[in-house]
């Protein structure tokens, strides 16, 4: 069995309001996962093969959760705004880079002798460009950190890894660099066509917090409508005895009448064989040990 880890950014549970693109809009794939039920009265779902709940992601740190230290603490199982007293992003501070660098769900499926793959690609000019100022999102410094090479040209060629807005736009009209349109469907193939080689995958989407910080339902729709089919063709054609895992590292996206931030809770999804064993996860720093317990 294998672990779909999908972090998708900047989504927290909000108010049945007209600011809440997940109030004033309906997406099929969110709809299953949570029971319809996607606000900050949800109702939890706990079956032997569905989990949802909301968790915390302020980890008892004053202020707005930022993406460095709410990433951190997700991948690696410490609070991070507790160890530097704050929260702070988007990128990980000095302070806490050593738990991406050491401590991370990579190096712990790693130890326990299991594979572990981070399928999102960046251009070489990323690539190069961190590499000058060695500048990492919590992401990428983890998986350098456990010994991978970041997925670029040769991995989207070669359909083994996907672009962050996942219908490979971007790369071909901002870069010019030649890669083919894909659809959602066919980037959720790619996904479970890899699947079987690990014991964790995971993926990251970023443009949902990037439409909450916009303030816009027009962007949120444009980046939820390919996010909606993606996950709805992995629920409906994953393995059997292979489990999906979805949360977010803050609030932001659920509450347009704000640029900012949110203190709402995160969902949790949790979709397979063996998904109440995430029952037991109250916050960020839950999800890594609970994934570690089912591979």
Not at 28 to 54: R, V
Not at 75 to 102: C, D, M, Q, T, W
Not at 156 to 179: C, G, H, K, P, S
Request: charged letters at 25%; aromatic letters at 10%.
């Amino acid at each position: 069995m294998a672990v779909i880890f999908l972090f998708i950014d900047g989504v927290g549970l909000g108010k049945r309001s007209e600011e809440n693109p997940f109030f004033s809009q309906t997406y099929e794939s969110i709809q299953i996962l949570s029971g319809e039920n996607f606000f900050e009265d949800a109702i939890p779902i706990k079956t032997s093969d569905q989990l949802f709940k909301p968790i915390d992601a302020n980890l008892d740190v004053e202020g707005l959760p930022q993406s460095g230290t709410g990433q951190a603490t997700l991948f690696s199982g410490a609070n991070a705004s507790k160890v530097i007293g704050k929260h702070f992003g988007p990128y990980p501070h000095s302070g806490i880079r050593f738990l991406l660098e050491e401590q991370s769900i990579f190096h712990a499926v790693q130890e326990v002798g299991k594979k572990p793959f981070f399928i999102n690609a960046y251009p070489p000019v990323f690539i190069d460009y961190s590499e000058k100022r060695n500048r990492w999102s919590c992401s990428t410094l983890m998986t350098r950190s456990a010994g991978f090479q970041l997925n670029s040209i040769k991995e989207i060629e070669n359909e083994t890894a996907l672009t962050a807005e996942i219908v490979q736009n971007a790369w071909r009209e901002r870069l010019e660099i030649d890669i083919p349109k894909i659809t959602p469907t066919d980037a959720a193939k790619r996904l479970l066509n890899i699947v079987p080689d690990y014991d964790v995958l995971m993926y990251e989407y970023y443009l949902t917090d990037k439409a909450g910080h916009n303030k816009s339902h027009e962007d949120a729709e444009r980046v939820m409508k390919p996010l909606d089919e993606f996950l709805l063709h992995i629920l409906k054609n994953k393995r059997s005895e292979d489990l999906v895992v979805i949360t977010s590292d803050h609030g932001n996206m659920e509450d347009l009448s704000v640029r900012s931030h949110t203190r709402n809770t995160v969902p949790l999804m949790v979709y397979g064989a063996g998904a109440d064993s995430f029952d037991t996860v109250e916050s960020l720093i839950d999800v890594k040990n609970a994934i570690l317990e089912v591979i």
